[in-house]
């Protein structure tokens, strides 16, 4: 295992004790921010070191994210009403009603507790943006590594095809693939947009591993006679790490959105199952016939639920890249 | 600049094959016979075997590849198999209202963006821009469909847009003003969401633009300040605001074609919808082409023209 002597066994270097050539604090990569009116002040905040802080607001999306997880996996051991229940088989249940204490959310046109959809369609959302992204990174992030890691007529094949994908204008595509692919269910829509995010990832973890393959830390562990399966998973895999994490949040927001895009426009999951985006597109009828019954809460609760995972997912992406964006300059 | 031409064209018509080609597979490895979704009830072993041949359906795929590259580079679609219309007679009906709601968002989005992440850049960290930054990061997780029908009720109450949705779209031609209101509400519920991204990116490059060492310069030059602005600094952020409008192109579409549904406007979105329900296997073919060559099209003006302002993208 160890064909490369540990550090502690190369010798000293007769220049290990003289002073470094340079001062260890160079206080020129901490410059002043210019822009066009630049007031005094800022000087000093930036030549201060900042510490990082993932702040509050960070904390509360985490806790929300985490919610709609737990509700995701735990629905239907929660104490509520069932999605599917209509006014067909229990007549008691009110039409069209706009929030009560028992409905907290309202019912739709045919009765069915909209909380209880909400609830329920945040699995669909949560699988859909997790499962494709996973998939996506399985096969799109462990070719982008590898292909940056190669090099090569691999890489450059590879990177042709991937690009004619990205160039696809995905949607389109989805809708016509959803007609000839019929019945429409869930494990068909992440394999879709799976293979529609695969081009996305492959290009985004290529291009850092690239970045980081020509580091020169890389090439000194070559150097030591690191194996290639070491130089990936110790050397570059932690580097690429904060992107990919970040990227990856990004992915399923993305991909949650595009499910909620086909689902409004009713190609996605089909009807029965609760999901946002089916709920929004029944409760779109409520602006062509405006005298129908149905409420604005049919839209308004779903796109506040969309809204909330969203910001959250974003929320967490954004700050986790800000936390772990570590400059050059402090290497 | 005519290497990176020649480049970009060449990977233009590369695109376009595979975008051919995929189109070609989406009926051609389907599982059933084309003419079983073109007669359905009135389907027998004799008349479908008849249909098919006189639809060419018969001959090898590679002939029927051949000749459906050749229609579709001459932009010949043919005629519909079920309705009997040509397609390109349906597709001149419901591009023109498509283009229209794309061109239009992304025009009042740009004009609205760009003087914003102006006055957001010129005073980073400043009030306007930590509100305006927020505000926009949080309308980035509102997806488009969920503004297009929140907004319709106040909008169209507020502009005094009739609340029907169908039948509303006037053509340009006809009345220019008449169809412009038709088409305000979409317009303006489309334009939000790409006016987030714009001023976002806009608004990021022009800080770190206004940072460089040559608007130092330039200020130590003496130049005024609108100046340094509109020659110097507009045009390196204007590359990242170009790519980000190729970028954006995808979710428009998706928009787009939401609005058309919500609204019933007769565009692509729509008759796409319509073709997948039937299923009109021809139409959804040359729905396909046409809206992927547009936004190819698209992408390629895009490239050219960030070669253009940025001449470092089309040396190498």
Redesign the interface.
Known sequence: MTDYPPPNHIQPSPFAQSPPAFPREDHSIHEP?????TPGEIDNEFIKEKRKKLGWFFWCCVVWFGLNVFVAIFVNFLPIQDPTLEVATDPNLPVNSGPTAAHWLGTDESGRDIFSRILHGSRVSLEIGFGGMLIGFAIGGTLGVYAAYRRGRFDSLLSIFMF?IL???????L??????W?PMDLNKIIILLSVASIPAVYRVIRGSTLAAASREFITAAKVQGASDFRIIFKEILPNILPTAISFFMIGV?TLI??E??LA????SVPPPEPSW?NM?NE??TF??S?NSGVG?WL??F??IA??LL??SI??IG?KLRDFFDVTEGKL | MGRYLVKRLV?LV??LL??MF??FL??HL?PGDPAQAILQQGWTPQLGAALNKSLGLDKPLWQQYLSYVWNMAHLNFGTDWISGQPISQTLSQCLPPTIEMVLLSQLLALVLAIPLATLA????SGIFDRLANMGS??L???????VI??L??PISEWLGVP????ASYVPFTQDWLANIESLSIPIIALSIGSFVVYFRVFRADL?TS??DEF??MA?SKGIS?SR??FRHAYRPSSVALLSAIGVN???L???T??AE????INGV?GQ??Q???Q?D?QL??A??FV??TL??LI?FAIDLLTGYIDPRISRD
Request: glycine share 10%.
């Open positions: 921010a210019m822009a066009l009116e004619t160039a696809f204008p995905a949607i389109v595509f809708i016509a693939f959803s007609a000839v019929k927001a959105i595009l909620g895009g409004v426009l009713g190609v985006g929004i409760g779109t602006i062509n405006p604005p839209v308004l779903p796109g969309f809204f969203l910001l974003n929320t954004d | 990977f590369w695109i595979s975008v995929l189109a989406i009926i389907l850049a010129l005073r980073p990061f949080g980035l997780s509102v997806p488009t469909y969920v029908t929140l319709y009720i609340n029907s949705g169908p800080i206004l940072q608007i130092t200020r300040k340094i602005l192109m995808a979710g579409i998706t928009g074609f939401i549904s919500v609204f019933q979105g796409l919808l073709a997948t329900q299923p296997y959804i073919q729905i396909v809206t992927a936004i190819i992408n």
